[in-house]
């Protein structure tokens, strides 16, 4: 779309052919004495010690699980281990090449990965910055407790911390790094670059090109690696995070001092098993996982075959990628082969594969084979070695009887604090008003959409009380693009994307003019990849910067499930409150198109415990609510009405201020006040409700009208107060009634104000089965003849009206039908 960048049909129809560049596969060829003259022996020995420590901890890990003891010690572990046995070396390899402040991010089987970080992170770091990092964590706690109770100074102590820190947090002990919120799957620890693993296939891809995104703008010389597994290529989120990776416009679009492709590598250990699948010959369509890389840019990925059981060729050719990247030349891929010598979770009686090749690969056990290395070099001889194994043993003996016992690694006592895990969900803090202005492309004055604003009424109404004209007054699309524009020209911190976002001004003209003063780096065109889109949002908030994303519809929101289900809401919880996540996931509610593009889906958010939801109806609150979420430092899923987006500000009567200003997140607003019948909105369903009240008026009733504007969280004082004097709750909404925030709202005051009422609450919602196209859309969402319906019918039925609406069906007869 950008008109700087020409589709010449004479260059694009001429015949050629496309040509690939060859993929090394096992290239490397170094000597240990070549290794050894590179990196010193100390270094070496280091490496295959890092190994054995893996090793070790899982071996205890899988002893748990299989027969509830370790070394004499008992202990019941009711978690999943998901262990990398045999994969050491594709995890040390790369920690020796990477450095202290680099991002990793994993899967579910990612001890090892996580293990290897640490180590290397604490071999990198002097005694000075380790001791910080230690004093820093929790006040100091978890050092205090692994130098009384395991032991060690210095480095030694940083290593039992890690291991420490990392057990205690499988076993869901509260002085685990996550608190016990995270457990095996979800282990992390910020300060060593270990950033968080995650349970779901793939879904690190994403995340850690967020994050790459954000270290990329902050310019620092770091790089985030991503680990997955093989079977993670078959995930399309994986392939749209390594084409967001790619993107063309980083190099003909972006500002010279951020160009090139974003710093990170694709690590994918390639154990040829996604669980039972076998991706080579089974599951895939290649038989290398590097050649995937030719698929995503002209580059390939600098796509690289890699022996995953020597550590040293991962080492090399992670220092290689690594160099590429911090050379702006990214993303990169990996296809680190290896081999996981156990099944993929203890239970896993191993029947996809036969005891023959798993003899073939321990044959080629990792750690053995380069232990020989080593004392073939005359490195370390077969006595020293023995001496290392023993030495670690004792270590993760020593570790694990600390974390076992509950004296030293207390359990979560949910019981004692029964709201614990809840509290966490978020952190309920925002960040001033930002007001540092930030280098813009030109001045805001000189650009045309923010002077047509200026020129704009702030109220609706005339000095006769007449609607004005969506074109001479502002509207609530205004009030969103105003309270953008001041956090976009004031935080440099904050980046906007998405489907659409910059020369078209937003799918539905909220960004119009942004792309007139900000570079392309601070708001630009996404591919159509929502899954990419959220899961990029969540990475760059980690790591320290601030998102905000459009999904266009919110219908899309099916393309991001996991991204927004299991990601978006959960990190800052499963972190116990270490991490925040400062995301603003923008979703309009459609209309006129049908079934796929007009559904309201605000109930199947709200329902997803760790996401705050907002759903503005007026000009005035859809200003004050994005402030409030752009200021939040807790993802935000904001709900647009497109129906909504030229409506004026009626209620407000100094009108829509110009200055800055929040509405806080939760409060309901009594829109017209009433003393007969309490009618709750959500959404668009204002309007035919104040059209229903006037009516109603009309016929003696009252309606006191109460715009929700927030699903999450949602104060009901103001709504228990009204309906204690009304005695009467309709709550309308657009989403489907069946499984409703409505019906949410409803159960929660027959519960509380259930002395107050008069009749049961009622929910007027949508009919539970497809959204029609335009011209049925009357007989679908509810209108105002259908509240009129509803309360003359059942509130007051001896003021009842002529029925108008097409409601005449029997709710529990269509329950039987499905509907």
């Avoid at 798993?358 to 006595?383: H, N, R, V, Y």
């Avoid at 499963?574 to 400062?582: E, N, V």
């Avoid at 200003?623 to 752009?630: C, F, N, P, R, T």
Wanted: glycine share 10%; net charge negative.
């Amino acid at each position: 779309m950008p008109k700087q960048i020409l589709i010449d049909p004479q260059e694009t129809r001429q015949s050629g052919a496309l040509e690939l560049m060859p993929i090394p596969v096992h290239a490397y060829a170094q000597s240990v004495e070549d290794e050894r003259n590179a990196r010193g022996d100390a270094a070496l020995k280091e490496a295959l010690r890092h190994m054995m420590v893996i090793r070790e901890f899982e071996t205890m890990l899988a002893s748990f699980k299989g027969t509830g003891a370790y070394q004499g010690i008992d202990y019941l572990y009711k978690g999943p281990a998901h262990l990398s046995i045999g994969q050491e070396g594709a995890a040390v390899g790369a920690a020796m090449a990477l450095k202290a402040d680099d991002y990793i991010l994993g899967s579910h089987r990612s001890h090892g990965e996580f293990i290897a970080k640490g180590l290397g992170a604490i071999n990198e770091l002097n005694d000075t910055e380790l001791a910080t990092i230690l004093d820093s964590y929790e006040g100091g706690k978890l050092r205090d407790t692994v130098a009384k109770h395991v032991g060690g100074t210095d480095k030694a102590l940083g290593e039992n911390a890690l291991l420490f820190g990392l057990l205690a947090e499988i076993f869901m002990r509260e002085n685990g790094f996550n608190g016990g919120m995270g457990g095996s799957m979800h282990a992390f620890f910020p300060p060593f670059g270990a950033y968080p693993n995650n349970a779901i296939v793939g879904a690190s891809a994403g995340i850690a090109t967020g994050a790459a995104l954000r270290r990329k703008l902050a310019q620092d010389n770091g790089i985030v690696v991503a680990n997955a597994g093989d079977g993670s290529t078959g995930c399309g989120p994986v392939w749209e995070a390594m084409n967001f990776a790619a993107m063309s416009q980083y190099d003909t679009l972006w500002d010279e001092a951020y160009k090139g492709g974003l710093p990170v590598l694709f690590f994918f250990t390639n154990n040829f098993y996604a669980m039972g699948g076998q991706t080579k010959g089974e599951t895939m369509g290649w038989e290398r996982l590097a050649r995937i890389g030719a698929g995503v840019n002209p580059a390939q990925m600098h796509a690289e075959t890699v022996d995953g059981s020597n550590p040293l060729a991962v080492a090399d050719a992670v220092a290689r990628k690594r160099q590429l990247l911090i050379d702006r030349k990214g993303p990169a891929l990996l296809d680190v082969e290896c081999y996981r010598l156990v099944g993929h979770s203890t239970t896993d009686a191993n029947a996809y594969r036969t005891r023959d090749e798993i003899k073939m690969w321990t044959e080629q056990d990792p750690i053995t084979q380069f232990a020989s290395s080593l004392t073939e070099a005359g490195i370390l001889s077969d006595a020293d070695v023995e001496t290392m194994r023993e030495g670690v043993a004792e270590q993760v003996l020593a570790v694990t009887r600390a974390a076992v016992d509950p004296a030293i690694a207390p359990p979560v006592d949910v019981e004692a604090e029964p709201t614990r895990i809840g509290q966490l969900m978020f952190s309920d803090t925002e960040i001033p008003a930002p007001n540092t202005p930030v280098p813009l492309t030109k001045p805001i004055e000189e650009a045309g959409a923010f002077r047509q604003l200026g020129r704009k009424e702030r109220f609706g109404l005339d000095d006769e009380g007449k609607r004005l004209s969506g074109l001479k007054t502002i509207t609530l699309r205004d009030g969103l693009t105003e309270a953008i524009l001041h956090h976009m020209t004031n935080d440099e911190s904050l980046v906007a994307y998405g489907e659409e976002c910059r020369e078209w001004g937003g799918a539905f003209g909220v960004y119009r003019g942004l792309s007139d003063i900000l570079p392309h780096h601070r708001l630009f065109n996404s591919p159509i990849s929502e899954a990419a889109i959220v899961a990029t949002a969540i990475g760059h908030a980690l790591a320290g910067g601030r998102s905000l994303v459009e999904l266009m519809y919110g219908d899309f929101i099916g393309r991001a499930g996991d991204e927004i289900f299991n990601q978006l809401a959960k990190w800052q919880s499963m972190s116990a409150g270490l991490l925040t996540m400062p995301v603003v996931l923008r979703a309009s509610v459609g209309s006129k198109y049908g079934a796929q593009h007009s559904q309201d889906w605000t109930s199947l958010i709200a329902h997803i415990p760790g996401l705050k939801v907002v759903y503005p109806a007026t000009p005035y609150d859809a200003k004050g609510l994005m402030a409030s979420a752009l200021s939040s430092n807790d993802p935000v899923v904001f709900f647009e009405s497109q129906r909504l987006y030229d409506q004026i500000e009626t209620f407000q009567k100094d009108g829509v201020p110009a200055g800055y200003y929040r509405v806080p997140l939760g409060e309901p607003d009594i829109k017209r006040q009433g003393n007969d019948v309490t009618v709750l909105t959500i959404g668009p369903s204002l309007y035919p409700a104040l059209t229903a009240a006037d009516e109603l008026a009309d016929v003696g009733i009252e309606a006191e009208i109460i715009d929700a504007r927030s699903l999450v969280p949602f104060n009901y004082d103001a709504l228990l107060a009204s309906v204690k004097k009304t005695g009467h709750l309709l709550i309308v909404s657009e989403a489907s009634e069946r499984g409703s925030f409505a019906m949410t709202i409803s159960t929660n005051v027959t519960r509380f104000g259930f002395a107050d009422l008069k009749a049961p609450p009622r929910v007027l919602g949508c009919p539970n089965w497809i959204v029609p196209g335009a011209d049925m859309e009357t007989t679908y969402f509810p209108q105002a003849h259908d509240i009129i319906d509803v309360v003359t019918g059942e509130f007051f039925p001896s003021k009842r009206t002529n029925k108008r609406g097409v409601r005449s069906w029997d709710d529990l007869d269509l329950a039987r039908q499905a509907l």
